[in-house]
């Protein structure tokens, strides 16, 4: 697993190509951008209040 492995990012960078395993930065940011995170949001219910008698 060094310079001369294909099938890892080091490698890929030795033999100057491109990936799998080492995929160009514009490839993320497209992805992600396709599929936006959306936060979940718990309401929690206040808690009830009593007058003492």
Same mark, same amino acid.
């Given at each position: 697993? #060094?310079?001369?492995?294909?099938?890892? /990012?080091?490698?890929?960078?030795?033999?100057?190509?491109? #990936?799998?395993?080492?995929?160009?930065?514009?490839?993320? &940011? /497209?992805?992600? /951008?396709?599929?936006? *995170? *959306? +936060?979940?949001?718990? *309401?929690?219910?206040? /808690? +009830?209040?009593?007058? &003492? +008698?």
């Amino acid at each position: 697993m #060094g310079k001369g492995d294909r099938k890892t /990012a080091k490698g890929k960078r030795y033999v100057s190509s491109y #990936g799998n395993v080492r995929s160009r930065g514009i490839v993320k &940011a /497209a992805v992600s /951008a396709a599929a936006p *995170v *959306v +936060k979940k949001t718990v *309401v929690k219910a206040g /808690a +009830k209040k009593t007058v &003492a +008698k």
